[in-house]
């Protein structure tokens, strides 16, 4: 029944029913309604400040507002908060005069609009809806006769919070719309017709074989095969009927839907029998089955949904490479204790789906459903095609190469190639990618040692020549940063500007930088002094200018066992180029003896020249 | 930046009774002998004291190059938007009396609410702070630069209201007191100089006109407005000046969509100071307040943020914030080069049009379905 309420709610989602609220998510409200009945008066103190804020926003729901004051004035009681005595109210006559004052409030909110309306009286009405009798009589006396006693209306304020809790805190935490289960909900039945109709296909292959084997019955094969193709139509419908309702609930909740398609992918994942792409059998009976037993099929779906919305990759992507980055660096926190099995496939298996994210995206490019450039020029015009800037998403990807995975590397070089600048497809071919490093790793684990020798000798050189070019462009990068920049920085950093980029998203969001997917914005200080706790701006910004890398170039150079460091020499540090979002904790140190240490240029050059003496 | 829209005046067609052209020509006249009039207009609300001080206005125009305007409704303002006090100078007639046009002010302060009862002391800064303004930039009649000046004031004639309207006529001492009236006595105000103690009169004149419109009884037919429609609507013409003029943007849901879109300014926080005009709000809650969010872009410049009448060079939407980049997000349509001085937000209680906020693809997170906002009736 509540389901039906909130499918209802969602298909007619741009007729009527929204309304302005001052939270922006209904986890917020939660949060409130949570801590604000809670016995921990910190908690209370924190909720009150939260309906503070929403207060301001103007659109608070009386009910929330009255709840908040009468909470205050019982923190400002002695009765109720024994412990805060510094801050109370002494006086019991100002006390009971809040009280008063809060109920008469509350009386006149709920019953006077019903009053105006119908004329009824006010006690009648109270009743009504379930207000306490007290609290009308309380009301009535304040206004008309004597302050009532504090004894008393301290007890009614206690009975007046739990009207509004059974009378609008519990019936609206029961309202709140669960967009994930609907979403869920609309998924299963893709799934279920998706599945239907490979089944269907299946028997129909079967049936032709059949009839091909037996040649006979012709007037019934034709009939069955009649039914079967009128069915699979109807299949086809439904399945698109779906797809496009998924659709639109992604028009209006994108975060949602994409992290549905990850549930249902990480399910895949967890299950480690179906890592290939395993066909479907059958005879399934789909209702007591895992939500998704096939990659193939979460693969169909975001096809067919991202005809409809090509930016769904995007967001796609988005989620999987950040849940990549944060698996990676929640590992390199601890470094010196190696992931987990199940997160080392984990990974594997997020990288794995980038490239095939990606090639989708390029068909959509292609057949220029979806506009992809190297920079996004801020338009103020609406664009059919939305442009999409790929910069970003390359360097996110360039960075999370470090995780060692060749999919990564791969997806690198194909999003170059989308974005059509061969100069950086180029460029980017020169790093030391791992996947080149894999076939290295292949070719001398089948040959003699000898031949071994000359490929360490090989990757050695290379390593040098790849270090001379890092040394010579951070130089260059030193000389151009202490340059005109910091003048830039200054008058930029303090002034208003045109924000350099940006993609239409929805009012009290922040865009991201390569996929449709806005993201609420973090609103919470840190501290009360933010200036304070403001992380510096790191400049990437300014990357789009030109090409050449401005940073400092600490080199960071890992090896997995230290007996054959200079053999196993990995550069990650190319993408420094680039200059990453990301903050590597590891950055400018080395792997030395077993322990990271940090190591300056001089100590840098000094261990070039050893690899040079090493190879002669 | 003129817009035409019509206000909800209905069609009607404006009519103007012999009294008042004699009473705007008698105003009109004055300036012959002596400084150029400042005239008050003042009477209770849907009385037509707008439409007076417009053809007011039409009438100064012929024999001055432009006329000052000071406008003291915060929530039915002349030219500019609700929250806001302005003194505009203009010198265009206005062709058509019952519309409303969008005017960019000379200088204005943002109050923050669409009535006075908010903030009675502050209301009464602005209007004082203001007035200053005008007698010191415009009306310096040694160097017969003096522009004579038109005061419109709030429709709210009763308690404090009244208090207010007598407060600001004792501070501002007008040369003219226009007085429209109604049928219903006891909704107008006192007769004569109702804001003096009897004595001085000195050079006032006190003109009471009459609604212009009557029934057949002879009785004042109000001109009754949707406030809050109005009010939304001068937020989006206001809002569609962010766009160049031949951008199509006629549906709520077109600006809505262009809002979306738009690429924003961005300043850095840290540099911005913010004033909440009628809340208190914790420190820590200050973001969570101000997104999504409409706010007066207003000069500190060095003053205390406690006192009043910060100039404000008009208004914004905090469009989003990014604090980790201490970044924040505004869209306005105040050129570029008028912004670099503001260094102070002031958020007040001028809501956001939901209209802004709903648009497909980019429906904003503030607004909710299922929010429960009627009580279950357990009987009936």
């Not at chain 1, 206690?158 to 805190?169: F, P, R």
């Not at chain 1, 996110?396 to 590397?409: F, I, N, Q, W, Y």
């Not at chain 2, 609700?82 to 019952?98: K, Q, T, Y």
């Amino acid at each position: 029944m509540m389901e039906d309420m909130v499918m209802i709610g969602l298909r007619n989602e741009f007729m009527a029913g929204y309304k302005l609220v001052p939270w922006s998510t209904w986890g917020q409200w939660n949060f409130v309604r949570e801590s604000i009945f809670s016995s921990n008066p910190e908690s209370v103190a924190a909720a009150l400040r939260k309906v503070a804020a929403w207060r301001s926003r103007g659109c608070l729901p009386v009910a929330i507002d009255v709840t908040a004051v009468i909470l205050e004035i019982q923190c400002q009681d002695p009765f109720f908060r024994e412990g805060l005595l510094d801050s109370a109210l002494s006086s019991e006559e100002l006390l009971a005069m809040l009280y008063c004052m809060a109920i008469v409030r509350l009386v006149n909110v709920f019953v006077e609009p019903l009053h105006k309306k119908t004329r009824r009286s006010i006690s009648e009405l109270a009743e009504a809806i379930g207000l306490p009798r007290a609290l009308i009589d309380i009301r009535h006396e304040s206004s008309h006769r004597d302050l009532p006693s504090l004894q008393l209306v301290r007890l009614a304020s206690v009975k007046a919070l739990d009207w509004l809790k059974s009378n609008y805190w519990e019936p609206q935490r029961k309202a709140i719309p669960d967009v994930r289960k609907e979403i869920r909900c609309r998924l299963r039945e893709m799934i279920h017709y998706l599945k239907a109709k490979y089944t269907q296909r299946m028997k129909a292959k079967r049936a032709k074989r059949s009839h091909q084997l037996r040649a006979c019955g012709k007037l019934s094969s034709q009939v069955t095969g009649k039914i079967l193709s009128s069915k699979a139509i109807d299949f086809n419908k439904r399945i698109s009927k779906i797809s496009i309702s998924v659709c639109r609930v992604y028009s209006a909740y994108p975060l949602d839907v994409v992290s549905v398609l990850m549930e249902f992918f990480q399910l895949h994942v967890s299950d480690f029998s179906d890592i290939t792409d395993k066909e479907i059998t059958e005879e399934t009976d789909v209702c007591h089955e895992p939500l998704i037993n096939s990659m193939s099929l979460l693969k169909t779906i975001i096809t067919k949904l991202s005809h409809n919305r090509p930016r769904l990759l995007l967001s796609m992507l988005k989620i999987v490479l950040e849940m990549i980055k944060d698996i990676h660096e929640k590992g390199q926190d601890h470094f010196l204790s190696p992931l987990s099995e199940a997160k080392v496939c984990q990974i594997k298996h997020l990288c794995s789906f980038v490239p095939w994210l990606l090639m989708n995206l390029k068909t959509l490019k292609d057949s220029g459903r979806i506009g992809l450039t190297e920079e996004l020029k801020p338009s103020a015009g609406r664009d059919a095609v939305q442009k999409v800037s790929l910069k970003k998403l390359l360097r996110l990807c360039l960075s999370l190469s470090a995780v060692g995975d060749k999919h990564l590397s791969e997806s690198v070089l194909l999003l170059s190639d989308l974005s059509g600048n061969t100069n950086l497809t180029e460029r980017l071919k020169k790093l030391p990618l791992p996947c080149l490093q894999d076939q290295d790793a292949a070719e001398y684990s089948c040959s003699n040692i000898e031949s071994v020798i000359l490929q360490e000798e090989l990757a050695i050189k290379k390593a040098t020549e790849k270090l001379q070019y890092l040394k010579l462009q951070s130089r260059i990068s030193n000389v151009k940063s202490m340059g005109t920049e910091d003048q830039d920085n200054d008058v930029a950093k303090n002034s208003w500007i045109l924000a350099k980029s940006w993609i239409p998203c929805p009012i009290g969001m922040l865009p991201c930088s390569f996929s449709s997917t806005s993201v609420i914005p973090v609103l919470d200080k840190a501290d009360d002094d933010c200036q304070g706790t403001i992380i510096p701006e790191n400049n990437h910004d300014k990357f789009g200018k030109d090409h050449t890398p401005r940073e400092n170039h600490k080199i960071n150079i890992q090896s997995p066992d230290t007996e054959n460091a200079i053999k196993k020499l990995r550069l990650t540090t190319e993408e420094r180029l680039y200059s990453i979002d990301v903050i590597n904790p590891m950055e400018g140190r080395l792997l030395i003896d077993g322990v990271w240490k940090k190591v300056d240029e001089a100590e840098f050059f000094a261990i070039q020249s050893n690899i040079r003496t090493f190879v002669q | 930046m003129l817009m035409g829209e019509n206000d909800g005046a209905g069609s009607a067609p404006v009519i103007i009774p012999p009294s008042w052209e004699e009473a705007a020509e008698f105003i009109a006249r004055e300036g012959d002998t002596a400084p150029p009039p400042i005239a008050v207009i003042c009477g209770p609300k849907n009385s037509g004291k707008s439409t007076f001080s417009r053809y007011l206005l039409n009438t100064l125009l012929s024999r001055y190059k432009k006329v000052g305007y000071l406008d003291t409704d915060v929530g039915q303002p002349e030219f500019f938007l609700p929250g806001c006090l302005s003194v505009h100078i203009i010198d265009e007639r206005i062709s058509d009396l019952r519309s409303w046009s969008l005017k960019s002010p000379d200088r204005c302060c943002f109050f923050g609410d669409v009535s006075s009862k908010r903030d009675p002391q502050a209301y009464l800064g602005h209007v004082r702070g203001l007035y200053d303004y005008f007698l010191g930039e415009h009306y310096k009649f040694y160097e017969k630069q003096a522009l004579p000046l038109i005061i419109n004031t709030p429709g709210w004639v009763k308690g404090t209201g009244y208090d207010l309207l007598v407060e600001m006529l004792k501070y501002i001492s007008p040369t003219h007191v226009v007085q429209v009236r109604i049928s219903a006595e006891r909704k107008n105000l006192p007769k004569g100089a109702f804001w003096l103690d009897g004595e001085h009169y000195g050079s006032l004149h006190l003109i009471d006109i009459y609604s212009a419109r009557t029934d057949f009884f002879n009785q004042s037919v109000l001109t009754r407005k949707d406030a809050g429609t109005l009010r939304d609507r001068r937020l989006f013409e206001y809002f569609k000046l962010c766009f160049p003029s031949d951008l199509d943007i006629k549906t709520n849901k077109d600006l809505a969509y262009a809002l979306a879109s738009l690429c924003p300014y961005e300043v850095p926080f840290s540099r911005l100071k913010v004033k909440h005009l009628h809340c208190q709000v914790p420190n820590s809650e200050v973001f969570h307040s101000l997104n999504a969010t409409i706010v007066g872009l207003a000069i500190n410049s060095g003053k205390p943020p406690s006192s009043f009448s910060q100039q404000c060079v008009g208004l914004g939407i905090v469009r989003g914030i990014d604090i980790k980049n201490d970044r924040i997000y505004v869209i306005t349509p105040v050129p570029i080069h008028n912004l670099q001085k503001v260094d102070l937000l002031l958020q007040g209680l001028i809501e956001i049009p939901t209209g802004f906020l709903q648009v497909r693809r980019c429906l904003s997170p503030y607004m909710a379905t299922n929010v429960l906002h009627k009580l279950p009736e357990k009987d009936e």
